[in-house]
Nanobody, 120 residues
C-alpha cells in the first residue's frame, strides 16, 4: 500500500520560514510529478507548486519567489521550502504525487495534510 506522509508544519511569525517534507512509502515502482496543494478555511484548494520527475518546477503566482519545491528521488521525498511567510499562507498543506506501484496502475495519492499557521 502506498502512503504519503507529510511533516514540518507549525506556527511561525510573518517573515519566517518553514520546510515541509513529504515521503512516499510502499511498493513503489516510480513517481512522476509531485505537488503541494493548500486549503485555507473559506477558500478553494490551491495548487501551490509542482515538480516533475526531471525536476522542472512551476509555482502559483502567490508564492513565486518565496517558495521552492524540490525532490530527492532516491528517498521518494518532496520538499517545500517556504520563506518570507505571510498570514495569508496559513492553510493545511497537502502533498500529492502520481505514483506507479507494483500493485496498481499509475494514479495519484494524497497525504494527510500538515497545518501551517503564520501569525501577524
Amino acid at each position: 500500500q502506498v502512503q504519503l506522509v507529510e511533516s514540518g508544519g507549525g506556527l511561525v511569525h510573518a517573515g519566517g520560514s518553514l520546510r515541509l517534507s513529504c515521503a512516499a512509502s510502499g511498493k513503489i515502482s516510480s513517481i512522476n510529478a509531485m505537488r503541494w496543494y493548500r486549503h485555507a478555511p473559506g477558500k478553494q484548494r490551491e495548487l501551490v507548486a509542482t515538480i516533475t520527475r526531471n525536476s522542472s518546477t512551476s509555482y502559483a503566482d502567490s508564492v513565486k519567489g518565496r517558495f521552492t519545491i524540490s525532490r530527492d528521488n532516491a528517498k521518494n521525498t518532496v520538499y517545500l521550502q517556504m520563506n518570507s511567510l505571510k498570514p495569508e499562507d496559513t492553510a493545511v498543506y497537502y502533498c500529492n504525487a502520481d505514483i506507479l506501484s507494483y500493485r496498481s496502475s499509475l494514479r495519484d495519492y494524497w497525504g494527510q495534510g500538515t497545518q501551517v499557521t503564520v501569525s501577524s
